[in-house]
């Protein structure tokens, strides 16, 4: 497929490359590098330390795609969003398939079937699009976040919006769009309002993240405990420590007969559309820093 669009394949990389574009090109530390080069990635250089210390040994200059700004102009290059929205919808399928009920109001013969409950911790673009795949399948769905400004956004999927609503909230939002890390006040606070909500839910998402930080505990051992056997937690946060403690990445753990499901590669499950969705937000970063075959502002 590559040569058939002009493109070189070679076994082994050349000095005379320029720049490198990965998904995650620091994501082993056996990782050999072409030094002197650019390399244009995603990267967890918030919380690695080791990524300078590997550029600087090869003389490598980073492009972070997770640093791309959220303004209307870099759109097209929000490499973090593209992800996060086909997360968000390939979370909502793996809990259909992990619950052991229908997802929608089912009326037969034998009797009515409930629908399912969802919670979506996070109204992020990975939780909105959670919270539309969900609803597509029938399933009552609630949502909760930090930010005020995200209650529209969810009340315009049909679920219904519960967070605690304080003078904290008001400035819960960076300038960039993130959530900001909350007070311990307001977190037990928040706690206590998620108690009251996930006994009664069959499903909770998980997507809650603060950029740079440990992922913050939202659901805890007694919360997972309190909620029907064979009912489903998904947690996308799972990469940054996890939103529930007793999440392991890349393995489902059951506890009291729930199963919690830490994946941290969904993207790649659907790495048809998320290979083209990403290489399109490099391809148009691109279009920016090269003009007539060189790079702009060396």
């Given at each position: 497929d590559y040569e058939n669009v002009g493109t070189k394949v070679s076994k082994k990389l050349s000095d005379k490359i320029n720049i490198i574009t990965s998904v995650n090109a620091f994501s082993s530390q056996g990782n050999s590098y072409v030094k002197n080069s650019l390399v244009i990635s995603t990267t967890n250089l918030r919380n690695d330390n080791k990524i300078i210390e590997i550029c600087k040994k090869n003389n490598l200059s980073v492009i972070a795609m997770e640093y791309v700004p959220r303004i209307a102009r870099a759109q097209k290059l929000d490499a973090l969003s593209s992800q996060a929205s086909i997360t968000g919808y390939k979370a909502g399928l793996i809990v259909a398939n992990s619950l052991n009920k229908y997802i929608p109001l089912m009326m037969t013969a034998a009797g009515t079937l409930l629908p399912a409950n969802v919670l979506v911790l996070g109204a992020g673009v990975a939780g909105l699009q959670a919270i539309a795949t969900a609803k597509r399948m029938g399933a009552i769905v609630f949502a909760t976040d930090v930010r005020i400004a995200s209650k529209e956004q969810v009340e315009s999927l049909g679920a219904k919006f519960i967070m605690v609503e304080d003078e904290e909230t008001r400035g819960a939002e960076t300038s960039g769009g993130y959530a900001k890390e909350m007070s311990e006040e307001y977190k037990k606070k928040q706690s206590t309002l998620i108690a009251q909500t996930i006994s009664k839910q069959d499903i909770v998402i998980c997507t809650a993240l603060i950029p740079g930080k440990k992922a913050p505990v939202?659901?805890?051992?007694?919360?997972?405990?309190?909620?029907?056997?064979?009912?489903?937690?998904?947690?996308?946060?799972?990469?940054?420590?996890?939103?529930?403690?007793?999440?392991?990445?890349?393995?489902?753990?059951?506890?009291n007969g729930v199963k919690i499901v830490g994946n941290s590669f969904l993207a790649s499950e659907l790495s048809h559309d998320s290979s083209n969705l990403f290489s399109n937000n490099v391809f148009n970063f691109l279009n920016y820093v090269i003009k007539d075959g060189k790079m702009i502002n060396e």
């Amino acid at each position: 497929d590559y040569e058939n669009v002009g493109t070189k394949v070679s076994k082994k990389l050349s000095d005379k490359i320029n720049i490198i574009t990965s998904v995650n090109a620091f994501s082993s530390q056996g990782n050999s590098y072409v030094k002197n080069s650019l390399v244009i990635s995603t990267t967890n250089l918030r919380n690695d330390n080791k990524i300078i210390e590997i550029c600087k040994k090869n003389n490598l200059s980073v492009i972070a795609m997770e640093y791309v700004p959220r303004i209307a102009r870099a759109q097209k290059l929000d490499a973090l969003s593209s992800q996060a929205s086909i997360t968000g919808y390939k979370a909502g399928l793996i809990v259909a398939n992990s619950l052991n009920k229908y997802i929608p109001l089912m009326m037969t013969a034998a009797g009515t079937l409930l629908p399912a409950n969802v919670l979506v911790l996070g109204a992020g673009v990975a939780g909105l699009q959670a919270i539309a795949t969900a609803k597509r399948m029938g399933a009552i769905v609630f949502a909760t976040d930090v930010r005020i400004a995200s209650k529209e956004q969810v009340e315009s999927l049909g679920a219904k919006f519960i967070m605690v609503e304080d003078e904290e909230t008001r400035g819960a939002e960076t300038s960039g769009g993130y959530a900001k890390e909350m007070s311990e006040e307001y977190k037990k606070k928040q706690s206590t309002l998620i108690a009251q909500t996930i006994s009664k839910q069959d499903i909770v998402i998980c997507t809650a993240l603060i950029p740079g930080k440990k992922a913050p505990v939202l659901i805890t051992e007694e919360m997972v405990s309190s909620m029907i056997p064979g009912s489903v937690v998904i947690d996308l946060a799972v990469e940054a420590g996890g939103n529930c403690p007793l999440s392991k990445m890349n393995e489902i753990v059951v506890h009291n007969g729930v199963k919690i499901v830490g994946n941290s590669f969904l993207a790649s499950e659907l790495s048809h559309d998320s290979s083209n969705l990403f290489s399109n937000n490099v391809f148009n970063f691109l279009n920016y820093v090269i003009k007539d075959g060189k790079m702009i502002n060396e």
